[in-house]
């Protein structure tokens, strides 16, 4: 039973560019959420994806912007990179009408020079 | 606003001692806390989920307890593999049941020989 699965793993960017990452979540659960976790922090909230459409966001700019297909998988979009969004961008699954337990994947770590 | 502090920011501990983290929090009405456990660079691995004050989960050397202000993560006689940080996160009720997690900062946790 695959896991939450995410691409890429690292990735490095300059400022002013775009990057999507890519999340495949546990076989059976509908839900998709993105976290974004600093060095030393905690993962912070960016938004939650179900039934294809945004149903939450956290306090993240315009600038995040997500999707989430048919089969579940998710994307999150980070466009005009500044210096502060390096981190580790972390996708969640979870089964929407279930306990409520997030179950998360390796993350992408995006470098911003 | 909901909110989560945990305490200490870090603990080092010799093999076998045991001892207790800590993790307070502020929410308006709580579904659920959720405990889980991040090594360096990896997406955190849920631990416990706990519902109601006076409930209690084990799982090896770790056990979770909860009352209405604040979780208790207490580990027993900690081995050097279980060094990590660990993550204490709160879902609010909030209609829906695809309610977003607010995370601590985390507790980093050192067990040497």
């Known amino acids: 039973d695959a896991g939450v699965t995410q691409s890429p793993t690292h990735l490095i960017k300059t400022r002013g560019q775009q990057v999507t990452l890519r999340c495949s979540p546990k076989?059976?659960?509908?839900?998709v959420s993105w976290y974004q976790q600093a060095l030393g922090q905690g993962p912070q909230f960016i938004f939650q994806?179900?039934?294809?459409?945004?149903?939450q966001r956290g306090n993240f700019p315009d600038r995040f912007s997500g999707h989430q297909f048919p089969n579940y998988s998710s994307e999150l979009n980070v466009n005009a990179l500044l210096l502060g969004d390096s981190a580790l961008y972390l996708c969640?699954?979870?089964?929407?009408?279930?306990?409520?337990?997030?179950?998360f994947g390796e993350g992408s770590r995006l470098t911003v020079l | 606003e909901d909110q989560v502090t945990q305490s200490p920011e870090a603990l080092r501990l010799q093999e076998g001692e045991s001892s207790s983290l800590n993790c307070s929090y502020t929410?308006?009405?709580?579904?659920?806390l959720f405990w889980y456990r991040q090594d360096p660079g990896k997406g955190p691995e849920f631990l416990f989920t706990?519902?109601?004050a006076g409930e209690e989960k084990e799982k090896e050397r770790l056990k979770a307890t909860l009352t209405k202000k604040e979780s208790f993560l207490h580990i027993t006689a900690p081995k050097p593999e279980d060094s990590a940080t660990y993550l204490c996160?709160?879902?609010?009720?909030?209609?829906?049941?695809?309610?977003?997690?607010?995370f601590g900062r985390g507790t980093q946790l050192t067990v040497w020989p």
């Open positions: 076989s059976g659960h509908d839900t």
């Open positions: 994806y179900y039934e294809e459409e945004e149903r």
């Open positions: 929410v308006s009405g709580l579904r659920g």
């Open positions: 996160a709160v879902q609010a009720v909030r209609g829906s049941t695809l309610g977003r997690l607010y």
């Open positions: 706990l519902y109601s």
């Open positions: 969640a699954s979870s089964l929407a009408g279930g306990a409520g337990e997030l179950f």
